[in-house]
């Protein structure tokens, strides 16, 4: 079993809906909590980072963390054909390694 | 600024040959990375070096070695290669290490067929 578990979709919604993705885990030492998005051909780019449980806003995006049931999810408003991208969750307990998920792949039609 | 830059963008490679993936970053971070990013698998840490003259191993080091040149470039070596390690490679950077290792920087990758 990964310790993180993401599905890889695709995933294609309509310009301006609410996008939903999201990772479960195992390790219940991951205390540090980040989604990144992946353009084609390109490096990953940090989107969010999160300590611990909550949720975190920024512009469009919100991040939650329930660390009770091991479960992160990403929400993206109003989304837009520019946010098409795969996103890859990631996680650290506080060291040097981070484990990324699989990554999803989100299509945005105008 | 150009951030995370890796060379080779595209390579391929016969089963038993050698390589180096070069790479640099320009933004004066303590911290250096090589992941590798196959479908399904997600990224998987081969390297790092927590600051200059250190390297550690990650997750997946086998048929890898790694050589932090100085504070900027961080290069990753296949000695033998194999046609598992076809992937493409990622470098990162982080200005610091440990608990606050993020956001890591990443380049664009190197693609590398090995036949």
């Known amino acids: 079993q990964k310790e993180v578990e993401q599905d890889p979709g695709p995933l294609s919604v309509p310009e301006g809906a609410i996008v939903s993705l999201n990772c479960t885990y195992s390790?219940?030492?991951?205390?540090?909590f980040m989604w990144y998005r992946q353009y084609s051909r390109k490096g990953p780019e940090l989107l969010m980072y999160?300590?611990?449980?909550g949720n975190k806003e920024d512009g469009r995006f919100t991040a939650q963390v329930d660390k009770s049931s091991k479960y992160i999810s990403l929400f993206i408003r109003d989304s837009q054909p520019s946010d098409s991208a795969t996103y890859l969750c990631?996680?650290?307990?506080?060291?040097?390694?981070?484990?990324f998920g699989a990554g999803t792949r989100l299509f945005v039609k105008a | 600024n150009a951030g995370v830059t890796q060379t080779p963008k595209f390579q391929v490679l016969k089963t038993g040959q050698s390589m180096t993936l070069q790479c640099a970053q320009d933004?004066?971070?303590?911290?250096m990375y090589w992941y590798r990013q196959d479908p399904g698998m997600g990224l998987r840490l081969i390297y790092y070096?927590?600051?200059?003259?250190?390297?550690d191993k990650g997750e997946v080091p086998n048929g890898y070695n790694v050589s932090r040149l100085n504070k900027r470039e961080f290069s990753l070596r296949l000695e033998s290669a194999a046609p598992s390690q076809t992937s493409v490679y990622f470098c990162?950077?982080?200005?610091?290490?440990?608990?606050?290792?993020?956001?890591?920087?990443f380049g664009d990758g190197t693609r590398l067929s090995i036949l």
């Open positions: 990162a950077s982080s200005e610091r290490g440990g608990a606050s290792n993020q956001p890591q920087h």
């Open positions: 390790n219940s030492a991951f205390q540090y």
């Open positions: 999160t300590y611990s449980s």
């Open positions: 990631a996680m650290n307990a506080g060291g040097f390694k981070t484990i």
């Open positions: 933004m004066n971070h303590n911290s």
């Open positions: 070096s927590a600051s200059e003259g250190t390297t």
